[in-house]
């Protein structure tokens, strides 16, 4: 079993951190009497799958739904490539939105245009945005 601070060295995660996964239910530590956490092998394991989750973009909401799998002695492997599918996706559609906003950002700064007195600013224009 161990300490709060050894499970922080051993992780990388602050304790205040790991207090935190706990009170959001994805760690279940052991109390003694006095109330001192203490940690098993499988809170290393759960820690560093969380943070390799969420380096994948997977929520908090979805990692504990994930780890309630686990807790329940099932493995969340198709889970996890489900929930991978669906953050691709979302991410291809971001980065086709992206390269939208960059062409548009590009057309934009290339424009010359001449400031009529009646406009804020003739590169914004609806007139000028009709061309690109």
Do not use: W
């Amino acid at each position: 079993m161990l300490t709060i601070g050894k499970v922080a060295k051993l992780t990388g995660f602050s304790t205040s951190a790991i207090r935190y996964y706990e009170r959001q239910g994805l760690l279940r530590p052991s109390r003694l009497p006095t109330g001192y956490r203490l940690y098993d092998e499988n809170a290393i394991k759960t820690l560093r799958f969380l943070r390799q989750a969420q380096n994948l973009g997977i929520t908090l909401k979805e990692i504990g739904q994930l780890l309630d799998l686990t807790y329940r002695g099932r493995r969340p492997c198709k889970a996890v490539r489900e929930l991978a599918h669906r953050h691709l996706a979302d991410l291809e559609t971001k980065i086709r939105q992206l390269e939208s906003l960059r062409t548009a950002l590009r057309a934009l700064l290339s424009r010359r245009v001449v400031a009529r007195s009646h406009e804020v600013c003739p590169l914004m224009s609806s007139e000028t945005s009709k061309h690109a």
